[in-house]
């Protein structure tokens, strides 16, 4: 993983200079387009390949890097909901036929695979990215090429796209709750510590202003490059400031140096509990619980979240990737979302983008994490909050959970707290 790491954290600065790399992946959604019969560069949808008996749907997920610490399962998931669908007779009589590329945690090299799926693979959506960054760099390629992206992690809410679902957690869904389970405890004082990209910092913004109006303080903030395994001066800052808890927003496999660290500084989840929203259970594992026990979690599926539809899909995953595989919340969004495609697509009647979207409000799916529905205005998904404990078995064990399913709120609009945020 180190070299992956570093060439990460290379490119990662490169892509953030500046703008620069930005406005090279934008233009990556007109290169190589398909002309029209004038021979000049056509802007419109790319072309579906639904010839034969098989639909093709792009998997864009880091296999390499270092976010394939949490992105190759999902990757997994995804190839088991399509087996799945397969077996039960396909989309539309066709059986689907995944392409995967691979992201390599680097994001221009996202929006590159994007383009590649979308004009050359002729898929009819893709599924994938984990990072805030690599979204933000196939935004536009999916924009410009009205194709479809189900994208399956939690992330920092403020941003709706025509052509982007999203099946993981906004800001109203996760990181209010896990604030409010916070406070309900009396902690406080919180601490942020997150890896130094998009996510991290506009999640971190969104925090200080909920702290400014529950009279919680923020008793320090720290970023640390994507990839980082250096997290001695972090721990020792974060326990000089004797805060109340931390609130994590690394990801990756920052977060095995950063537990590391934490457990040497003579940190524990008794003296100053950590809450994050990107470790779930495939990351416990790589952790180990011997730095994660008692820490706790803000997500909206645990492998232990009760219910027929989850002891299915945990049974199946196992069977088909081994008996020591967890699942996790972006691997169940992930495996949600090809079922939520399906849906749309068979009430559409059409593998055609703009009719899926039109068809898609007020599809429901009875997933893993329970019932769950697509809000068509925003193109995202009602779901149920949930924290977590880590056990030492490397369970997550639900302390809490909102009752029934949240209406997404991306840009806040709900709290008067974030008025100007966005």
Known sequence: MSSGSSSSRILRRRFLAGGAALTAVVALSACGAKTDAAGTSSDKAAKIDVSGDTVKVGLLNSLSGTMAISEVTVRDSLKLAIDEINASGGVLGKQIKPISEDGASDWPTFAEKAQKLIREDGVAATFGCWTSASRKAVKPVFEKNKSLLFYPVQYEGLEESPYIFYTGATTNQQIVPGLDYLKSKGLKKIYLVGSDYVFPRTANKEIKAYAKANGMTIAGEDYAPLGSTEF????????????????????GDSNVAFFKEYKSAGLTSKT????????????VKSIGTQYLAGQLTAWNYYQTTPGAANAKFVKAYKAKYGQDKPTSDPMEAAYTSVYLWKAMVEKAKSFDPE????????????????????????????????????????????????????KPDPFLKGYSWASGLS
Do not use: C
């Open 355 to 406: 009719k899926v979207k039109a068809a898609s409000d007020g599809i429901t799916f009875d997933a893993p994490e329970g019932k769950v529905t697509v809000d068509g205005a925003s193109q995202h998904v009602y779901k149920t909050a949930r924290i977590g404990e880590i056990g030492t078995d490397g369970q997550i064990k639900e302390v809490w959970n909102s009752g029934k399913p949240i």
């Open 232 to 251: 001695s001066t972090i721990a020792n800052k974060v326990k000089a400031s004797k805060a109340d808890a931390v609130f994590n927003t690394l990801n």
């Open 272 to 283: 100053m509990p950590v809450v994050s929203v990107s470790i779930a259970e495939e990351e």
